[in-house]
């Protein structure tokens, strides 16, 4: 059983930085993949970043590069978010997904992830 649990949003302006946490539960958890995605009010889910386990490699929505980063701690089976210069525009419901299956359709899809977390709610203010 397995459990994804995310934390480290709040109410921040523009400009400011978050990081963002995610916590695996389970005791052999061991992902393929892991990633965040955001989904803002009146709008679809949409690909932040993602992270395969086994070799580190990352990647970045067009919109995050540069701004935020993605990486893990093995020993914790967690996996963070920097969120630097943040902008209104990433004002967000942030989800941390989690796949244990192996997949050669890439990392942005939301289908290829079979573990979720419950969001957790970054609001930026100008």
């Known amino acids: 059983q397995v459990q994804l649990v995310e934390s480290g949003g709040g109410l921040v302006q523009a400009g400011d930085s978050l990081r963002l946490s995610c916590a695996a539960s389970g005791r052999t958890f061991r992902p393929y993949r892991m990633a965040w995605f955001r989904q803002a009010p009146g709008k679809e889910r949409e690909f932040v970043s993602a992270l395969n386990w086994s070799g580190g490699s990352t990647s970045y929505a067009n919109s995050v590069k540069g701004r935020f980063t993605i990486s893990r701690d093995n020993a914790n089976n967690t996996v963070y978010l920097q969120m630097n210069s943040l902008k209104l525009d990433d004002t967000a419901i942030y989800y941390c997904?989690?796949?244990?299956?192996?997949?050669?359709?890439?990392?942005?899809?939301?289908?290829?992830?079979?573990?979720w977390g419950q969001g957790t709610q970054i609001t930026v203010s100008s």
């Open positions: 997904a989690a796949s244990t299956l192996w997949s050669s359709y890439g990392s942005s899809l939301s289908s290829l992830y079979n573990y």
